[in-house]
């Protein structure tokens, strides 16, 4: 695959179904996961991965906690009806919370002198990246770390007292939806040329890589 296609294709897919992934499209998943960098090449990561089904079902029950405990808190009060992007957001997490226990295979990274998680993420992204190559649908998840962390280092027995914590656990599968370009604000808002505030002297109207391209 092109690598700008998978760049701005990489969207969180929280659609997916149950049918398994090979072992080989796993393997490949996590190498290209551990040739991230991280500070000083420490690799301060390990990697639960879970494809047996008891596990994912008993993270679910985790996850549909964690994701009440998050509408009852964070988002409380969120109007989601006066923000259609809002709410489209919430119907696919809705619908993720809702089939975690489907999902053929959850990713955990777990990381340890890492507060910023500037060490994990690129490796979770390169996870993710892999994973688009071979047409396997991913979501960045923190909800679990954030929420019942506890919980799910008993249940696959992570050494808390070791410095290790959850950074993210990725439900992965054969997407039901399709892939499309990642829908964001445009660079020329968000950029800035040499100083805060200066704007740019240029645009980019459309996504620089479409199908099309
Ligand atoms: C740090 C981080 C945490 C996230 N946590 C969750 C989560 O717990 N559950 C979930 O369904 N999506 C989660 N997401 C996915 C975001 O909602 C998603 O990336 C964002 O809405 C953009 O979606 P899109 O790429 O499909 O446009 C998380 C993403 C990031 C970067």
């Not at 993720?96 to 295979?105: E, R």
Request: glycine share 6%; net charge negative.
């Amino acid at each position: 695959m092109d690598l700008y296609e998978a760049l701005y294709t990489t969207r969180a897919m929280r659609r997916v179904a149950p049918d398994p992934i090979p072992v080989e499209a796993i393997t490949l998943m996590l190498d290209a996961a551990i040739r991230a960098p991280s500070g000083t090449n420490a690799q301060n990561w390990r990697w639960v991965v879970v494809t047996d089904k008891p596990t994912i079902a008993a993270l679910a029950d985790l996850y549909r906690e964690a994701w009440r405990v998050l509408n009852e808190t964070v988002y409380a009060g969120a109007d989601r009806s006066a923000n259609p992007q809002m709410q489209r957001v919430f119907n696919s997490s809705q619908w993720l919370a809702d089939n975690f226990q489907d999902v053929p295979l959850v990713v955990m990274p777990f990381h340890r002198n890492d507060p910023s998680g500037a060490s994990i993420y690129p490796a979770v992204w390169n996870l993710m990246l892999a994973a688009r190559g071979q047409g396997i649908g991913t979501t960045l998840t923190t909800i679990l770390g954030a929420f019942r962390n506890q919980q799910v280092a008993e249940l696959v027995g992570v050494p808390l007292d070791k410095g290790w914590s959850n950074a993210a656990a990725i439900p992965c599968g054969y997407p039901l939806g399709r892939w499309g370009v990642a829908a964001r604000r445009p660079v020329e808002e968000v950029v800035y040329v040499n100083r805060w505030g200066e704007e740019p002297g240029w645009t980019v109207p459309e996504p620089m890589w479409s199908s099309e391209s």
